[in-house]
C-alpha cells in the first residue's frame, strides 16, 4: 500500500471517529455537533444570558469606548475581532446555508439562528481565557489561545499534566487543521470560482489552477509575514467590504421581493416546529440547522480565541463581550440573509437543488433578481476565501509556536509551508485532505471544551466580576483624546 492510499486510508478512520453520528427521527446527528450545541446550553444559562445583556457592551467596546492604547497586545478590540471573523465568514455562509435549507427545509433557518445565539457565550468563554492565559513576550508580541490556556489555566487549578497532553494534541490538531480546510480548501474553492468567471472550461486558466494558486499564494505570503498586526490591516479593511458586499446583495432580494418576507418568516417558523424537508421533521430541520452553524461559526472550536488573544487590552473579559458579536454576524445576520433570499425566491424547493449544489443554489436565487449575480458571489467566495487563509495561517502559526517553544524559525518556516500548501491546494483534487483537515478542525471542539468546562469558575468570575464593574460605574468610558493617542 503507497503513502497515497494510507493516507486516504486514514483519513476515512479519522472521519468515521470524529463525525460519529446516531440516527434521530430519521435525521444523523454527528456527536461532535451535539457536543458543541450542549456546551452553549450551558455556558448561556452559567453566565446568565451575557450573550444578551453584555451586548451592548460588546458594541461600545468594538467602538473603542473602554480601550486604552497603553494596554498591553497587539491589535484592537475591532482588528481583533475582524481577523476573528474572517476565519469564520466564509463558504458555509454561502453553500451551507443552502445546503442546510435544501435538506431541512426552511424551518432548519431558525435553528440554525438559535444555535448561533448559544454559540455567543462559547465564544464568550473561550476568547476571554485566551487573553486571561496568553503570554507577552519582549517586544510587544502576544501568543494565546487554547494551548496556552489549556496548559497555564488547568495547571493553575492543579490539572497540569492533564492540561498539557490536552494542549499539544490541540496544537498538532490547529497545525492540520489549517494547512486543509483553512487553506487547501479555501484556494481550491476560490481558484474554482476565478476559472469560473473568466470562461470555465473555455478560461485561459482552465487546467492552470497551480498558477491562481500561486497568486494566492504570493497574496497570502505577503501579508503573513508581517504577523497579527498586518493580517489585521488588511482583515479590518476586507471583512467589512466583503460583510457589506454580500448582505447589500441580500438585501436587493429581499427588497423586490418584500410582499414575500411574511410568508418567508412564516416558513422557517412553521418548518422549525412542525418540519419539511428530505430530513423529515423538527428532528431533522434542527440537527441541520444546529450542523451548519456550528461548521459556520465555529464556536466551541476555540480557533477565534487565537486572534482574539492579541488585542490590546488589561481586562481579559472585555475581549469575551466582542467575541460574543462573532457567532451574532456570522450565523445570525450572514447566514439569516442568505436564508431569506433562498427561502423567498423558492430556490430551496428546487427539485435539482442536491445536483446543483451549495454555491449554485445560492446563486440561482440571487439570479432570479440580480442576473450578473455570479459575478459578485465569485468576488465575494475569493474575499471570503483569502481573509480565511490569512486568519487559518496565523492560527496554524500560533500551534507551531507553541510547540516550537515561541522559536521563530520554526514559526517562519510554517508561514513558507503554508504558502506551499496553498498552490497545492489550487491544483490538488481534495476530496481525502479536506475530510482529514475537518476532522482534525473538529477534533478541536472536544479538547477545548473539556478545558472550558473545567475552568469555568475561572470564566464566570472574570465576565460577570467585569459586567458588574462596568454597571457600577467603577469601569469607566475612555475619554475621546485617550483613545486617539
Not at 70 to 89: I, M, N, P, R, W
Not at 186 to 193: D, F, K, L
Amino acid at each position: 500500500m503507497g503513502i497515497v492510499q494510507l493516507f486516504d486510508a486514514f483519513s476515512e478512520w479519522i472521519t468515521g471517529v470524529v463525525f460519529f453520528s446516531v440516527n434521530i427521527g430519521g435525521a444523523t446527528l454527528p456527536l461532535i455537533v451535539f457536543w458543541l450545541a450542549i456546551a452553549g446550553v450551558f455556558f448561556t444559562f452559567y453566565l446568565g444570558f451575557m450573550n444578551v445583556r453584555g451586548f451592548k457592551l460588546a458594541i461600545d467596546l468594538v467602538r473603542g469606548k473602554y480601550s486604552d492604547p497603553k494596554d498591553a497586545g497587539e491589535v484592537s478590540h475591532f482588528q481583533a475581532l475582524a481577523t476573528a471573523v474572517s476565519g469564520t465568514v466564509g463558504l458555509g455562509n454561502i453553500a451551507g446555508v443552502a445546503v442546510a435549507i435544501s435538506i431541512g427545509g426552511p424551518g432548519a433557518t431558525f435553528w440554525m439562528i438559535v444555535a448561533g445565539f448559544l454559540g455567543m457565550s462559547t465564544k464568550m468563554a473561550e476568547c476571554m481565557l485566551a487573553v486571561k492565559f496568553r503570554r507577552e513576550r519582549e517586544d510587544g508580541t502576544v501568543s494565546g489561545g487554547p494551548m496556552y490556556y489549556l496548559t497555564d489555566g488547568l495547571k493553575s487549578i492543579g490539572l497540569g499534566t492533564f492540561g498539557k497532553i490536552l494542549a499539544v494534541i490541540y496544537a498538532i490538531c490547529m497545525i492540520g487543521g489549517s494547512l486543509g480546510g483553512g487553506n487547501m480548501f479555501q484556494s481550491n474553492q476560490a481558484t474554482a470560482q476565478v476559472i469560473g468567471v473568466t470562461g470555465g472550461d473555455n478560461s485561459p486558466l482552465a487546467g492552470l489552477g497551480w498558477v491562481v494558486g500561486l497568486g494566492f499564494a504570493l497574496l497570502v505570503g505577503v501579508v503573513i509575514i508581517g504577523g497579527i498586526k498586518s493580517i489585521a490591516r488588511v482583515t479590518e479593511k476586507i471583512v467589512p467590504f466583503m460583510a457589506v458586499l454580500y448582505i447589500t446583495a441580500c438585501l436587493v432580494v429581499i427588497i423586490v421581493n418584500v410582499n414575500m418576507v411574511p410568508a418567508a418568516f412564516g416558513q422557517i417558523i412553521d418548518g422549525a416546529f412542525t418540519g419539511a424537508g428530505a430530513t423529515g421533521g423538527v428532528i431533522g430541520a434542527l440537527i441541520v440547522g444546529f450542523q451548519r452553524a456550528a461548521f459556520s461559526n465555529e464556536a466551541g472550536l476555540g480557533s477565534a480565541a487565537v486572534a482574539h488573544s492579541a488585542v490590546r487590552t488589561k481586562e481579559p473579559a472585555t475581549e469575551g463581550f466582542v467575541a460574543a458579536l462573532e457567532p451574532f454576524i456570522d450565523t445570525i445576520v450572514i447566514c439569516t440573509m442568505t436564508a431569506l433570499a433562498i427561502v423567498i425566491t423558492g430556490a430551496w424547493n428546487d427539485p435539482d437543488a442536491s445536483r446543483v449544489g451549495g454555491v449554485g443554489l445560492t446563486s440561482r436565487a440571487f439570479e432570479t433578481v440580480l442576473p450578473w449575480f455570479p459575478i459578485v458571489l465569485a468576488v465575494a467566495v475569493i474575499l471570503f476565501a483569502f481573509s480565511t487563509m490569512l486568519s487559518w495561517a496565523y492560527y496554524g502559526m500560533k500551534a507551531v509556536s507553541y510547540l516550537s517553544g515561541e522559536n521563530r524559525i520554526a514559526e517562519n518556516a510554517y508561514k513558507v509551508i503554508f504558502c506551499v500548501f496553498t498552490v497545492i491546494g489550487a491544483a490538488a483534487g481534495l476530496d481525502s485532505v479536506i475530510n482529514f483537515s475537518d476532522s482534525m478542525i473538529f477534533l478541536l471542539g472536544l479538547f477545548n471544551i473539556i478545558g472550558l468546562y473545567l475552568l469555568a469558575p475561572v470564566i464566570r468570575r472574570e465576565i460577570v466580576g467585569y459586567f458588574n464593574r462596568v454597571r457600577s460605574g467603577e469601569v469607566k468610558q475612555v475619554e475621546h483624546h485617550e483613545r486617539s493617542h
